[in-house]
């Protein structure tokens, strides 16, 4: 079943300016877990937070988690080209083992 | 660089055609999945596996079946393919929560 839904559906923004999407969820989770996709290409994993965890960084990336809201943010500071692509955040709980529900994404353009 | 490889990239094929898609990985993850996602949706479990002779279908219903004989293979068939069929369909493997890696995909297509 649908678990998270991230929120824009399409971002357009351009190189330089950060980009934020959101993911909410239903159920109480483990972790949740954001993932990129290029263009009819498999998924990139990118970060996974805890359900015990509030903030988390790699790189350019910020993510976020609100478990009493069921939400977690995802920053792409200072946003490139080549960050062009669909975002997903995905999560699991105990029920699921390791299988992931994923959400139906947000659509990044980073224009030049 | 992914160590899970999908075949075919693409499959244009007949209404009522047999066709199993293949997926192999080379890093010994024990778990594997099948995820079908049809474009600017979100990606849906439709079976997964813990381990050799372990499978098990996933939350969306599929006419499709897997089989796990070997830890690094996990193909999936289709006995009678339809125009339904027609998706995306996405092949991972992981060890733990952390290192799921996904395949580049298949793109089915069921004229």
């Known amino acids: 079943s649908q678990q998270g839904e991230e929120d824009p559906q399409a971002l357009s923004i351009q190189e330089g300016e950060n980009a934020t999407m959101n993911c909410s969820y239903k159920?109480?989770?483990?972790?949740l877990q954001w993932y990129r996709q290029n263009s009819g290409r498999g998924l990139v994993h990118l970060i996974l937070?805890?359900?015990?965890?509030r903030e988390k960084h790699s790189g350019r990336l910020r993510v976020t988690l609100d478990t009493s809201k069921k939400s977690s943010s995802l920053l792409i500071t200072a946003s490139r080209a080549a960050d062009t692509a669909s975002y997903f955040c995905?999560?699991?709980?105990?029920?699921?083992?390791?299988?992931?529900?994923f959400g139906k994404g947000t659509s990044l353009l980073v224009t030049p | 660089e992914a160590d899970i490889y999908q075949t075919p990239r693409y499959l244009v094929i007949g209404t009522g055609k047999k066709i199993t898609l293949e997926c192999s990985q080379t890093?010994?993850?024990?778990?594997m999945y099948w995820y079908q996602q049809d474009p600017g949706m979100e990606l849906h479990l439709i079976h997964y596996?813990?381990?050799?002779?372990?499978?098990e279908k996933g939350d969306l219903s599929s006419e499709s079946t897997v089989s796990r004989i070997r830890t690094e293979h996990f193909p999936l068939t289709l006995e009678s393919a339809r125009p339904s069929h027609t998706s995306q369909y996405l092949c991972?493997?992981?060890?733990?929560?952390?290192?799921?890696?996904f395949g580049s995909g298949t793109q089915l297509s069921v004229l």
């Open positions: 995905a999560t699991s709980n105990s029920n699921s083992g390791y299988a992931l529900n």
């Open positions: 159920t109480s989770i483990n972790n």
């Open positions: 937070i805890r359900s015990n965890e």
């Open positions: 890093m010994g993850h024990d778990k």
């Open positions: 596996s813990y381990g050799v002779n372990s499978t």
């Open positions: 991972a493997s992981s060890k733990s929560e952390m290192d799921r890696v």
